[in-house]
């Protein structure tokens, strides 16, 4: 339920900083009170979205509210008619995000207001991080937490002086609804507009303050910093079930990946249970691979069920490592699934990869009037009993994926699903063949035998949307993570899959003659122009094709790549990356330090600097990569966890600081 997870990762300002704040707070309470307000007719509706490259705002084209993309085209109309914005932020997979829509965007009288008193603006957060970036820092400062659907209004230079994520359609069980909120902004936007700029000038400025960061240019590198964040996994670990915190539960391949890389077997053994406490859950496809977005249970057993490619490609480099650390075969069989899964399911027919699977589908029986959550996925005990009639099949399938006849989706863990099974493995075949007395094979081909007939019925399902959009930095975790595979597990098919994913990307977002990248790609068109991590995790996948098979073609590109990538986002006060350019239309120049379940940018370039810098025999690069770990572990020196993926490439930061060290005394003596 995307509307109530926090994606804060905002600092919660003391109250001597937060007075600039009291006017913006107090505009926002005054305006979540609603009174009434008579509807305006419809307008023309959505159609400007028609021809957008995101398949999310062509979701929208028929709504009845009169949807702008962002562009010049919103922001002139806003400033000639002097109507506040109404934005709206979502993406294709989101749940929360297609209720919002069914509710209000498609109610005529909630459009008619809309079109009347505003200018709304739709926004793929999937292909504007950017703009995202900046109302969530609003969003989260003003009302405690975020998510989306992220809804925002601002005044016509795009300030937001109020907002929040899902609402519903009327107000309800003390929550405002949307239709009075609208209303509500319109009369306070009458009465005083000069008041609410001055409140969302004021959010802006202390915004920027509390992202502005002073310059820490130093290329220091404290050695203590990995056993410091290694020691607060150690004390945030879920010794029951695996994973860092409490519920809700995503996959955190970067925390991964740096604690199977640690010398303590402590730590290897955290992430390794973990990874199969993942691989048991419901979390995990159990009948056609990969991966669901998260877990709403501490046990991973319940899923909100968006398969994003990002964690394809992620959950497949933890799962190849923890074979390559381990030497136990199950991870390298899930490796192999999930990236099997994705070759077969998400590979556009250029090569490159689709985006994601939503979480929401149309039921079997068409019971209902729209898409539900989970549908596809789960199963009630007539279509268990359905799909496999033999009832001694039926019961052993049952022991072994935890199927009650009474469901095991407790209300607890999500309302909408109580009642029906989600798929997990409550047991395994030799445990199954130990309680029936027998042989180990004979059950092993039964659960086979269930699961051809699983997958058959579910078959007969409605299908899953897919977003057809192919994101340049996801691609790059994917291809990073086929190339690795191709020469871990010595699986040309996997290599051959990298390659030919690198070139249709490059062919299709790679601008080779300006040297500039693309963010993504979807229904012949190109999107929004690249930010920082779309160059860094698409470098990071040329440098690791190069490792692959090493052609010169794939290290001149990554260097090229990076090239752009300092040029276009390198902070010459403090070292590091901005996420989006210095002319971007958004009020935010955002700089993030901190890995979530994607690595972020600052992470993943210091490891493509360092490479580039011996490869290439580039001495600058290496005090790029410097000064980009100097700022970053500044900024999280109290927590270091927080950084993990930039931790990993700490014993070679380290290493250089020895060499230099060693080779300072060789020449004073």
Not at 6 to 21: D, E, I, K, V, Y
Not at 402 to 422: C, F, K, M
């Amino acid at each position: 339920m995307h509307a109530r997870i926090s994606t804060a990762r905002f600092p919660t300002p003391r109250a001597s900083s937060s007075a600039r704040l009291v006017r913006v707070l107090g505009l926002t309470l005054a305006i979540l009170c609603p009174p009434s307000l008579a509807e305006a007719p419809a307008h023309t509706g959505g159609w400007r979205l028609a021809d957008a490259s995101s398949p999310y705002l062509r979701m929208h084209a028929d709504n009845p509210v009169e949807w702008f993309p962002w562009g010049d085209e919103a922001f002139a109309k806003a400033r000639r008619e002097h109507k506040p914005l109404f934005i709206s932020i979502g993406y294709f997979t989101c749940h929360w995000c297609h209720v919002m829509e069914r509710e209000s965007f498609e109610n005529p009288r909630i459009a008619a207001l809309l079109n009347k008193y505003f200018v709304s603006i739709k926004i793929d957060r999937e292909q504007r991080p950017d703009i995202d970036a900046a109302y969530m820092a609003f969003v989260t400062l003003t009302r405690g937490a975020g998510g989306w659907p992220m809804t925002v209004f601002a005044t016509p230079e795009g300030h937001p002086f109020t907002g929040g994520v899902y609402f519903p359609p009327e107000t309800q069980d003390g929550h405002i609804g949307l239709r009075q909120l609208v209303t509500r902004v319109h009369e306070l936007w009458q009465k005083d507009p000069k008041q609410v700029e001055a409140a969302a000038d004021a959010a802006v400025t202390q915004i920027k303050k509390l992202r502005h960061t002073a310059a820490t240019t130093s290329t220091d590198i404290d050695p203590a910093l990995p056993e410091k964040a290694r020691g607060e996994f150690r004390q945030s670990y879920d010794a029951l079930a695996g994973g860092f915190g409490e519920a809700p539960k995503f996959p955190q391949a970067p925390q991964l990946l740096f604690l199977l890389r640690s010398p303590a077997e402590q730590d290897r053994e955290m992430a390794l249970h973990t990874l199969d406490t993942m691989a048991d859950g419901g979390i995990r496809d159990q009948l056609g691979g990969g991966f669901h977005r998260y877990a709403t249970d501490p046990l991973w057993r319940v899923p909100h069920f968006e398969k994003m490619l990002y964690d394809q490609a992620l959950n497949a480099r933890a799962y190849l490592l923890a074979w390559r650390v381990s030497g136990r075969q199950r991870y390298a069989d899930v490796a192999r699934e999930t990236l099997d899964f994705v070759l077969a399911r998400m590979r556009a027919d250029d090569g490159s990869f689709y985006a994601a699977y939503a979480a929401d589908s149309l039921p079997a029986d068409d019971s209902a009037a729209h898409p539900e959550e989970g549908a596809f996925y789960v199963w009630d005990w007539a279509q268990w009993r359905a799909a496999l009639p033999q009832a001694a099949l039926r019961d052993l399938a049952a022991a072994y994926y935890g199927v009650r006849e009474t469901g095991n989706v407790e209300a607890a863990a999500d309302p909408g699903l109580a009642g029906t099974n989600v798929l997990y493995l409550a047991s395994s075949a030799l445990s199954l063949a130990m309680q029936r007395d027998s042989a180990i094979g004979a059950v092993e081909a039964d659960l086979k035998s269930a699961k051809d007939l699983l997958l058959k019925a579910r078959a007969r399902r409605p299908p899953v949307p897919l977003d057809e959009k192919v994101v340049a930095a996801w691609n790059g975790y994917m291809i990073t993570a086929l190339a690795e595979a191709g020469r871990e597990m010595q699986a040309p098919r996997y290599l051959a899959a990298a390659t030919h994913a690198a070139d249709a990307v490059l062919k299709r977002l790679y601008d080779a003659k300006a040297n500039r990248l693309y963010r993504d790609y979807s229904a012949g068109h190109r999107g929004a122009e690249a930010f920082a991590i779309d160059y860094a995790a698409l470098s990071e996948a040329l440098l690791a094709l190069h490792a692959a098979e090493p052609e010169q073609r794939w290290l001149n590109l990554a260097r090229h790549l990076t090239e752009a990538q300092i040029a276009l986002f390198w902070d010459d006060d403090s070292g590091g990356f901005f996420n989006n350019r210095g002319d971007s239309s958004v009020w935010l120049r955002d700089k993030e330090s901190e890995d979530g379940v994607e690595p972020g940018v600052n992470s993943v370039s210091i490891g493509n600097l360092i490479q580039l810098a011996r490869l290439s025999d580039r001495p600058p690069l290496m005090r790029r990569a410097r000064l980009t770990a100097g700022w970053t572990a500044a900024h999280l020196a109290a927590i270091p966890s927080a950084m993990p993926y930039a931790l990993i490439q700490w014993p070679a930061l380290v290493g250089i600081d020895t060499q230099a060290s060693a080779s300072a005394q060789s020449r004073r003596q």
